[in-house]
């Protein structure tokens, strides 16, 4: 919360997100961010399946940009469709996966080391 107490004014969704990893890696090696192993593989197995999805995602985009390219008016309406709308949210959503293809290896290494493995 905000000093000020005004946290209902604080960005949220897909635009407002901030990243923490190189927090979250400090906070492990210098020993604040500690968990026990059973609950590490826990996180680390949904931050890796939530790094799958983001790597996903981004390359639907890359190819259905890459597919409206190279087909240009010989598409079929339903692909058509199906290509717009993955490039639609690839670009409303593109700086926040690629900021998560950077920040989520952090996150999984920070639990790692929070937990006594590397």
Known sequence: MRSDGNAAHEPRGTTGEKFAGDLLLRLAREGWLV??????????????????????????????????????????????RVAVDAVFAGQIAADTWQRALVELPKYIEAFRIASGRR
């Open 35 to 80: 968990v026990s192993p059973e609950q590490a593989d826990d996180v680390v197995a949904e931050l890796e399946h939530t790094l799958d999805v983001v790597r996903s995602l981004v390359r639907r985009a890359q190819l259905s940009r890459r597919l409206l390219d190279v087909a240009g008016d010989d598409i079929e309406p339903d692909v058509d």
